[in-house]
């Protein structure tokens, strides 16, 4: 009895997917007879009148202006970089917006001021086109250098590459655009970094509307002589295949390249079969998500080579990573941050059905860190508790040094504003009434969720903090775009800040086409019913996931025995000082200060370290940056020890030699 209810109802189900099909190709043919010539994307349209049109517009600015502005419009592929100049702002230029109908592209040059929660608009007389799929970089000489992009009609039925180049001036907002012979041909999709006082672009793609080609070609810009150039390297010479999408970071000996997404050319059967008795086969275009890793080294030109000397280049291919995000993803996103990459979202594709291609979307954030090729999985966590002391140290010794150095504080505040203590109490009590005249800003909303599942959301590091703008979500043939901004802090990762989040705007598609959307919802929502499964729900709902698989990281001890994968032969231990759990940075200098310094001297003395001629508190510099990059490289490692340790129930690591001598135990006794 059994057997036959599950028969009948397979054939239910066959028949109600039989029916869909056929409302599906009834609907779409409606759908064609009611589209004439004035639905469709007018291929005579010109171009270059358009952009001509954009420039004129753009010239009715006479100068560089900046006004305060609300949040800009969503948009996708456009460009987010943490200003060189000021490290509380944020550039954000560029980009599209498709509604399902009409495709928008922008030229606007936004900055956002972190500190103060303010959003501001620039308008410049000389300033690129409108454009999307573009790529720009930072440089050693505090310069932001922009290249390419593509632009098309309303209806994306003609696309425009350009190959033009801008410098921009993050100070005084102002761009230039750079001429010369011999440049980059024109992309988008490609990617860009720095090195030295070189530029660095690779990759791309371009899109004729009938067919895309991928590049593969590396192009390096001398910023002292002005002047592209294209190393011609020798044939059987390994070097990436054609790519978009990828990422490309600075590395100290040139630059780092991981992933990309690109289509090949492949055979695939017709399943019709020919006289010969075998299969008929077709060619069509693969997509394939790259997960290799390439390092570009750069040898700098000898000293007293001659102007225009271009550098020494060579590919040199890497392992794959280890603990790489799985399944594969395209569209996460890589931002640079201190030696590592920072990965978020990206979409998986994963089979292609009667109905197209299915597709799973990821929220997860990694750290992929660069020297040790490594990924790891970075989870958010909850403020800790303030330690509650047991003993009250303010009669130890320690406690009275503690409060005489805080009341010679308040003395020195005093001599210097010419006023006595109890002034300076008064003043600074002033300061903290809240009926002030400075506002105070609304608290931001602060989630420990991720946010939505997304791809090719636009990344940023300023300040240790990361801003994630932006993000495309797909549910079925629609396609969403964010219009929102969060924050997250690297350091701490205490939960995701709201910047702005704004509602997503009404799908613009065509009539038959939204109510054949509706009308598949509603049929998945019946069938997954009649299955005895939980349905789905609207689209873009969170949906809790399972975590995914979880790796089991090394402690700090441990990675000191790990071999290089580059170089198994050479397994040094690593006798730098290393952070423990729930040490700040600022705690981790202050205890190895010391040890830091003394590495830099030793590097000075041994003639390794351009250091020779510094100061002391030049030296101190270098040693506090050592110790800054030693702290990020091994943050990840020291996360997941303090979150066994608060599992475990300790609260906080204290070494015995730092304890106090006067703090008690078998030495005092003694």
Same mark, same amino acid.
């Given at each position: ?49 358009? =952009? ?28 987010? @970089? ?21 495709? %928008?592209?922008?030229?606007? @040059? ?9 959003? =501001?608009? +620039? ?59 011999? *440049? ?14 070189? !530029? ?11 067919? %895309? ?23 059987? %010479? ?22 990309? &997404? ?18 008929? !086969? ?6 394939? +998500? ?17 102007? *225009? ?7 040199? $291919? ?11 993803? #395209? ?54 508790? #303030? ?6 140290? =303010? ?5 009275? *040094? ?7 504080? $308040? ?29 105070? $800003? ?18 940023? !590091?300023?300040?240790?903090?990361? &801003?994630?703008?932006?993000?495309? &979500? ?27 989040? $704004?509602? @997503? ?32 729900? !609207? ?17 700090? @001890? ?53 250091? %020779? ?58």
């Amino acid at each position: 009895m059994v057997k036959k209810d599950k028969k009948s109802k397979n054939a239910e189900q066959k028949a109600r997917t039989v029916a869909k099909q056929e409302k599906k190709a009834t609907q779409k043919e409606k759908k064609g007879k009611s589209k004439g010539p004035v639905d469709s994307d007018p291929e005579d349209i010109d171009l270059d009148a358009v =952009r001509a049109g954009y420039e004129r517009q753009q010239a009715q600015f006479l100068e560089v202006t900046e006004s305060s502005c609300e949040p800009p419009s969503p948009r996708s592929s456009s460009s987010l @970089l943490g200003s060189p100049s000021n490290s509380k702002e944020l550039l954000l230029f560029g980009g599209e917006y498709f509604n399902g109908a009409l495709a %928008t592209f922008f030229n606007d @040059l936004f900055i956002y001021l972190t500190d103060k929660n303010e959003w =501001r608009r +620039v308008t410049s007389p000389n300033s690129p086109l409108p454009r999307s799929g573009h790529a720009w970089t930072r440089s050693n000489s505090g310069d932001i250098y922009l290249f390419g992009g593509e632009f098309s009609s309303p209806k994306q039925g003609t696309f425009y590459h350009y190959n033009d180049f801008w410098r921009l001036n993050p100070s005084s907002r102002e761009w230039t655009r750079i001429e010369g012979k011999k *440049g980059p041909p024109a992309r988008s999709g490609h990617r860009m970094t720095y090195f030295k006082h070189y !530029v660095i672009l690779f990759g791309g793609f371009q899109d004729t509307s009938q067919q %895309t080609k991928y590049l593969q070609d590396l192009w390096i810009y001398d910023c002292h002589d002005f002047a592209w150039f294209n190393p011609v390297l020798p044939p059987a %010479t390994q070097k990436p295949d054609p790519r978009s999408s990828f990422s490309i970071h600075p590395h100290e000996a040139g630059a780092v390249l991981y992933g990309g &997404y690109s289509r090949v050319k492949a055979m695939a059967s017709t399943g019709k079969p020919t006289k010969g008795g075998g299969q008929a !086969v077709r060619s069509v275009f693969k997509p394939v +998500v790259h997960q290799d890793t390439w390092f570009l080294r750069i040898t700098l030109p000898a000293q007293g080579a001659s102007a *225009g000397t271009p550098p020494g280049i060579r590919w040199e $291919r890497r392992k794959k990573p280890v603990n790489s995000p799985n399944p594969t993803r #395209a569209g996460a996103t890589q931002t640079y941050h201190k030696g590592r990459g920072i990965a978020f979202g990206g979409v998986h594709d994963v089979e292609e059905s009667e109905e197209g291609m299915d597709s799973e979307f990821f929220d997860t954030l990694h750290a992929w860190n660069i020297e040790r090729n490594r990924f790891f999985q970075l989870a958010l966590r909850r403020p800790r508790a #303030a330690a509650k002391r047991q003993v009250d140290d =303010r009669g130890t010794k320690k406690g009275r *040094g503690k409060l005489d150095e805080e009341e010679l504080l $308040r003395n020195l505040a005093a001599v210097e504003a010419k006023g006595s203590i109890e002034a300076v109490e008064t003043t600074v009590t002033l300061n903290d009434d809240p009926a002030s005249d400075v506002p105070k $800003r609304a608290a931001k909303s602060i989630l420990f969720t991720m946010p939505h599942p997304r791809f090719n959301a636009q990344l940023a !590091v300023q300040d240790d903090t990361l &801003y994630i703008f932006g993000g495309t &979500y797909e549910c079925r043939d629609r396609e969403y775009t964010f219009d929102e901004m969060w924050a997250i802090d690297l350091g701490k990762l205490d939960g995701v800040q709201e910047i702005y989040k $704004r509602e @997503l705007e009404n799908w613009q598609g065509s009539d038959d086409e939204s109510s054949t959307s509706a009308s598949d919802d509603e049929d998945d929502f019946e069938d997954e019913e009649a299955d005895g499964e939980a349905p789905m729900g !609207v689209p873009l709902r969170l949906v809790e996931r399972p975590a995914e698989s979880e790796v089991k990281v090394a402690s700090i @001890l441990e990675l000191a025995d790990i071999t290089d994968p580059e170089n198994p032969d050479a397994a040094v231990a690593d006798a730098r000082p290393h952070p423990r759990p729930f040490e700040s940075l600022r705690e981790f200098f202050a205890r190895t200060s010391m040890a830091w310094q003394d590495l830099v001297l030793d590097d000075v003395r041994k003639g390794s370290s351009q250091s %020779t001629n510094q100061s002391v508190k030049e030296l101190r510099k270098v040693a506090f940056e050592r110790a800054e990059a030693m702290w990020w490289d091994c943050r990840e490692e020291i996360t997941a020890l303090e979150d066994e340790q608060e599992e475990a129930g300790i609260g906080e690591v204290i070494s015995i030699t730092d304890r106090s001598h006067d703090a008690g135990g078998t030495g005092r006794r003694r």
